[in-house]
């Protein structure tokens, strides 16, 4: 009776137990095939991000070293590129950073680009893109390629209001790297992915972050749809995800992508077998993507009728096993089975070596080739009848240096294992007879129990990107517009020179500055401008074609690197140079240009340490060529008392730039007071001085820095960070300031014909709420006689706005008294030198009389400078001058402290 319960009972364990078993089995085959395809789907993945990033790079690259940065053409082509090759990228940015003092010169340089419209945005909380208010900076997008009526909406966007790429950008500048962040909100194209990359002011980068953070000038970066790339790799069926993990502390990860396979089976199946879960991790820069794929639903398929059926076949298998012949019967099926499956995974290895566009060649342990897919056929034109069961080493005939490719396997020795296929290898790069540039690899195919078995070479076409290498390497190290070589490679070469000593080869580094090229520009045009410039680099390479390096610097302004055996051959050739310039003439079709230039040159010698050592010489040595009235030859000589002028300004060139960008200025005052009283000063009137803190608490007055700042352009951006600041710091007591009080702000040469100050003036005005009537602008004699019609529109302007004029200097001029009728000025500043030995000089007494007569025939008041003795002071008062100025009413001080007592409530 127990025979049949124990019988159902054991047919019951059976039938679940097989059923169970063929699920498991199927499942663990189908995961392993899954496991192989994930790798290589992550695998192509991660190739195509790779090239986006070198890219990226590339176009970072290229940005540092053009002489000229941004180049809207150059971008173009690259994005252009990059969007043909890879389908899943939207678009290639640039985005700038601009100072708001610098927009309205900046808007107008875009113009002159062709941007009409340029103008700083922001995404309100609608979505909608409206102008940005003014800020003190931006950093706004100003090029967006492909361009579309959707995407150039985006132009002028700052990304420094969208918070969710402020961190992401700043940390790409600090680290210098790539970083990866998710599109903000309502970005165009509905991009998934974005990939920045910075860029920086100069051609050097920055060594530290803090100097990163400082010197960037903007970046690059690329929009990416996940959804493509992932569809483009992810057969249908999977379940796959994208999340991007920053680097940055203070972030988490986040889905960009997600399409998921629901099951409508709720059958056991389901429970017992999930689909598996694979991660793969992708480098970007400083970043990382994780790729999570799902297997499809397996065993998990399987419903309960067919496990049923599975059941009872195995039913029938066990009953089977009671005889022989059964058991015989099953082991030939399960015999037959196996040969089926390994017939069928041969054919889909096949297919899919066949569809791929990697070309493919394997052979066996003994080296024998026996396969070749259509790739491989195409790319070598090969024959695969003829190469079949061929020697694999024959395939080093095919190339033009089958050296690079080095030892083929023939032992397991010879071969690592295979490291994880996300890890960057290094194939060799070769060049096949038909002149395609290829990647090669060889890599061991080991069985299960990691045996040797055979060989598989993997090749891909390469020629295009290293097309696109070599224009990038060329671009780099050369001039755009001559083909000559740029800066950088400049003075990479003089780096080189300076670590070679040779008794028989002497070297020299020259300078030349094109005189006057402007002209020849506004004249004829930039088009005849670019085509003299062409044509002078063939002429100098062809005369001095021996020459160790001619190079263009930028704009006008060419470098040459000289070699001979003394140092006074040198100086002959760069005779010979300068000879040149005297017979060399430019002629178009319309007009005849004699060129000429100013030369510096110096010696390369063994006290230079650095390549700035010789640049900052040479540069000498030509600025003292410009100084001695252009179409000059000069060689450097550091005992020249010029010479040691010029270095002694240029010490305070780095000390002048770093107090404009890090706000380092101090600004004093220095009391004007009436001369009613010579004992009782009632200071109304102050002029702002400048002052810069030195060391040891000292500080550096005007009088040691101001000819370099004046030498080097730089007094325009100092008087402009004089009125921002005395404006801001008037503007804190403007409530407590007397109303009959007045503050002199000293104007350069250069801001006297600058058109935009006067518009720059009155937004200060506005901005900090100043009453104009209490602000005072001088300027130089000297400087308004060089510049009389504009000087006269600047004073027409500033007298308009309720600003008072003042005229420094008054006497040092040669036509003083020639044009003062002429100008609507209301102070007259007599000049020091007349006014300190008035005391005992009779004719310096006349003059200041002479001045301050002429003042008061014309309405201006007078003020005298330098006074410094009470003797001086009553001299003054005779003489009805109206205001002096000087130690002996007040040493100058810092504005602060002025404002502040200004503040404090008086005491009876």
């Given at each position: 009776m127990l025979r049949t319960p124990l019988f159902l009972l054991s047919c019951v364990l059976v039938f679940s137990f097989s059923a169970y078993q063929c699920a498991r089995l199927s499942h663990q085959s189908e995961q392993k095939s899954f496991e192989q395809n994930a790798a290589g789907i992550a695998n192509d993945i991660y190739k195509d991000l790779l090239s986006i990033v070198s890219d990226l790079r590339s176009i970072g690259s290229l940005h540092q070293t053009s002489p000229n940065g941004f180049n809207y053409a150059q971008h173009e082509h690259i994005s252009a590129t990059l969007a043909e090759r890879i389908t899943a990228v939207d678009a290639s940015v640039r985005f700038d950073h601009i100072d708001h003092i610098d927009l309205p010169r900046y808007v107008e340089e875009l113009r002159e680009q062709g941007m009409f419209s340029f103008q700083p945005k922001f995404i309100d909380t609608d979505g909608k893109i409206v102008a940005l208010p003014a800020r003190d900076s931006y950093l706004s997008v100003i090029s967006y390629n492909p361009g579309s009526p959707s995407s150039n909406r985006f132009i002028g966007l700052d990304l420094l209001q969208l918070p969710q790429l402020r961190s992401a950008i700043k940390e790409s500048v600090a680290r210098y790297n790539v970083v990866a962040i998710a599109a903000p909100d309502n970005w165009v194209n509905e991009s998934d992915l974005l990939i920045l990359f910075p860029s920086f002011y100069g051609n050097q980068i920055p060594a530290d972050p803090e100097s990163r953070l400082l010197q960037t000038d903007g970046g690059y970066l690329v929009s990416i749809s996940l959804e493509r790339i992932l569809k483009k790799y992810i057969p249908a069926g999977t379940i796959a995800a994208a999340e991007l993990h920053s680097a940055q502390s203070n972030s988490e990860y986040k889905a960009l992508y997600n399409e998921s396979e629901k099951s409508s089976d709720a059958s056991l199946m389901n429970y017992l077998f999930k689909p598996a879960q694979l991660d793969y991790r992708i480098p970007i820069g400083h970043s990382a993507l994780t790729i999570y794929m799902s297997s499809p639903a397996s065993a998990a398929r399987y419903n309960t009728g067919t496990a049923i059926a599975v059941g009872l076949v195995c039913l029938f298998i066990y009953a089977a096993l009671v005889s022989a012949f059964s058991t015989r019967k099953r082991s030939m099926r399960t015999l037959a089975e196996k040969d089926s499956a390994i017939a069928r995974e041969k054919e889909r290895a096949q297919v899919t070596l066949r569809s791929i566009n990697d070309a493919v060649i394997t052979a066996d342990s003994n080296n024998s080739i026996d396969y070749i897919n259509p790739a491989a056929e195409r790319l070598l034109n090969l024959n695969p009848d003829k190469l079949l069961s061929t020697n694999l080493f024959g395939i080093v005939d095919l190339f033009t240096h089958p050296e690079q490719i080095g030892p083929l396997v023939q032992t397991g020795a010879d071969f690592k294992k295979p490291t994880s296929i996300l890890e960057e290898s290094s194939p060799s790069t070769l060049l096949t007879k038909d002149g395609l540039v290829v990647s090669l690899q060889v890599s061991a195919l080991y069985d299960a129990a990691q045996n040797l078995h055979g060989t598989v070479v993997t090749m891909r076409d390469i020629s295009k990107e290293h097309?696109?290498?070599?224009?990038?390497?060329?671009?780099?190290?050369?001039?755009?517009?001559?083909?000559?070589?740029?800066?950088?490679?400049?003075?990479?070469?003089?780096?080189?020179?300076?670590?070679?000593?040779?008794?028989?080869?002497?070297?020299?580094?020259?300078?030349?500055?094109?005189?006057?090229?402007?002209?020849?520009?506004?004249?004829?045009?930039?088009?005849?401008?670019?085509?003299?410039?062409?044509?002078?680099?063939?002429?100098?390479?062809?005369?001095?074609?021996?020459?160790?390096?001619?190079?263009?610097?930028?704009?006008?302004?060419?470098?040459?690197?000289?070699?001979?055996?003394?140092?006074?051959?040198?100086?002959?050739?760069?005779?010979?140079?300068?000879?040149?310039?005297?017979?060399?003439?430019?002629?178009?079709?319309?007009?005849?240009?004699?060129?000429?230039?100013?030369?510096?040159?110096?010696?390369?010698?063994?006290?230079?340490?650095?390549?700035?050592?010789?640049?900052?010489?040479?540069?000498?040595?030509?600025?003292?060529?410009?100084?001695?009235?252009?179409?000059?030859?000069?060689?450097?000589?550091?005992?020249?008392?010029?010479?040691?002028?010029?270095?002694?300004?240029?010490?305070?060139?780095?000390?002048?730039?770093?107090?404009?960008?890090?706000?380092?200025?101090?600004?004093?005052?220095?009391?004007?007071?009436?001369?009613?009283?010579?004992?009782?000063?009632?200071?109304?009137?102050?002029?702002?001085?400048?002052?810069?803190?030195?060391?040891?608490?000292?500080?550096?007055?005007?009088?040691?820095?101001?000819?370099?700042?004046?030498?080097?352009?730089?007094?325009?951006?100092?008087?402009?960070?004089?009125?921002?600041?005395?404006?801001?710091?008037?503007?804190?007591?403007?409530?407590?300031?007397?109303?009959?009080?007045?503050?002199?702000?000293?104007?350069?040469?250069?801001?006297?014909?600058?058109?935009?100050?006067?518009?720059?003036?009155?937004?200060?005005?506005?901005?900090?709420?100043?009453?104009?009537?209490?602000?005072?602008?001088?300027?130089?004699?000297?400087?308004?006689?060089?510049?009389?019609?504009?000087?006269?529109?600047?004073?027409?302007?500033?007298?308009?706005?309720?600003?008072?004029?003042?005229?420094?200097?008054?006497?040092?001029g040669v036509c003083s008294f020639g044009y003062l009728k002429n100008l609507q000025v209301d102070y007259l500043k007599i000049d020091g030198q007349f006014v300190k030995d008035i005391t005992h000089d009779p004719i310096d007494l006349e003059m200041v009389r002479s001045i301050n007569n002429v003042g008061k025939a014309l309405g201006i008041k007078t003020i005298a400078e330098f006074v410094e003795t009470r003797e001086v002071m009553q001299t003054l008062a005779g003489l009805s001058v109206d205001y002096a100025q000087g130690y002996y009413i007040s040493k100058p001080f810092p504005l602060t402290d002025l404002l502040q007592d200004i503040q404090l409530p008086k005491v009876a």
């Open positions: 097309a696109l290498t070599s224009e990038l390497a060329h671009q780099a190290t050369h001039d755009a517009l001559t083909g000559i070589a740029n800066r950088r490679h400049f003075e990479n070469s003089i780096n080189q020179l300076l670590g070679v000593k040779s008794e028989n080869v002497k070297y020299a580094v020259s300078y030349i500055d094109l005189d006057q090229f402007k002209l020849i520009n506004d004249t004829a045009g930039h088009a005849v401008g670019d085509e003299l410039l062409i044509k002078l680099s063939n002429d100098l390479t062809s005369q001095f074609s021996d020459a160790a390096l001619l190079a263009r610097l930028g704009g006008d302004e060419f470098g040459l690197i000289l070699s001979a055996q003394t140092e006074a051959q040198l100086v002959a050739r760069v005779s010979d140079l300068y000879a040149f310039f005297q017979t060399y003439y430019f002629k178009t079709e319309q007009q005849f240009f004699s060129v000429r230039a100013c030369i510096g040159m110096t010696h390369i010698r063994d006290h230079h340490r650095t390549m700035n050592d010789v640049l900052s010489e040479v540069d000498l040595a030509c600025y003292a060529a410009k100084d001695s009235g252009r179409n000059t030859l000069h060689i450097y000589d550091p005992d020249n008392k010029d010479t040691r002028q010029r270095q002694g300004e240029m010490q305070y060139l780095p000390i002048l730039q770093t107090a404009l960008k890090e706000n380092r200025f101090i600004l004093y005052v220095q009391a004007i007071a009436p001369t009613d009283d010579v004992d009782i000063f009632s200071p109304t009137h102050y002029e702002c001085l400048l002052r810069i803190p030195g060391e040891n608490g000292q500080v550096i007055t005007p009088f040691k820095f101001i000819l370099a700042a004046e030498r080097y352009e730089m007094m325009r951006d100092i008087d402009r960070w004089v009125i921002h600041h005395a404006f801001e710091q008037i503007s804190s007591f403007r409530h407590t300031i007397p109303a009959d009080h007045r503050f002199s702000i000293n104007l350069s040469g250069q801001s006297a014909v600058d058109d935009t100050l006067p518009s720059f003036i009155q937004a200060k005005l506005t901005e900090f709420r100043i009453a104009p009537q209490t602000i005072c602008f001088e300027l130089t004699e000297t400087a308004v006689i060089s510049n009389l019609s504009q000087a006269q529109q600047l004073i027409g302007y500033l007298r308009e706005t309720g600003c008072s004029i003042a005229l420094d200097d008054f006497g040092s």
